[in-house]
């Protein structure tokens, strides 16, 4: 265990200093949380999805996904500069690697997620609109966990499978995906068949998940419940975190060996 928090605290540092981390993990989903707030203001309210109780699940898993973007980059240039193939020298194995990389990713998100309900509240106070109150917003921060560790594990995974040049343009595809399919500023619940689509991939299950906790609207002005589609998504999302982990893992692994 010492030997994963050692390199927990180094990959951390590497990540502090990256500017990345404060433009897009930070800076750019507050962006977008105030950006939708100024088209809803101006729209008159027309637009349920870009209500702030709806907007901001869907701010928050699309957060995860530049956890997702540090992720890729920090393992595959680790791997291009030769770093982790001098440490595979050490006494650490493949799990204390993977292990050392996730636990920093997770942290990142966490610190995602306090920094969108924190800017979520700021808004609701300056727009005078109701925020959630404190039980919801515990359990918006519970119900998004699964998919930050899907975004994390995905991030190492794509890390390890691709090189520092490719991995960022792979994250990109999937970042765009996420936005997308994930319904974040979407109304998925008004596209029939294509909605049908997105609930059998991890995006759209968690940020509808996180609008029944929030008890947002949907585009009929009917609330959210916890119905056969948030019982879906919870197995979707809980399939598509186990394999991500379980890849990385063995990817990892699989590399690790080879290289030496």
Known sequence: MAKTINFCK???KELLRDPLLYVFCLGFPIVMLALFQII????????????LKSLLPGIIMFSYTFAML???LIVSKDRQTFFLKRLYSSPMRAKDFV???????????????????????????ITKQVFVGFGRVLLLFVSQMPILVFFVFAGILIGTAFN????????????SVAGV???????????????TICRVIPFYPSVYIGRVVCGAKNALGAVFIFDKVAYLGLLVIGIYTVISVLSAFLLFEKNMVSDN
């Open 10 to 12: 180094r990959n951390l």
């Open 99 to 125: 292990l050392g990389y996730a636990i920093v990713g997770l942290i990142i998100g966490v610190c995602q997620s306090i920094v969108c309900i924190l800017a979520g509240g700021v808004v609701a106070l």
């Open 40 to 51: 809803n203001n101006y729209t008159n309210g027309s637009t349920p999805v870009f209500e």
């Open 181 to 195: 399919l994930g319904g974040c500023w979407m109304p998925l619940d008004m596209m029939g068949g294509f909605e």
């Open 70 to 72: 540090l992720m890729a």
């Open 164 to 175: 520092d040049k490719a991995a960022p343009g792979i994250c990109s595809i999937l970042i």
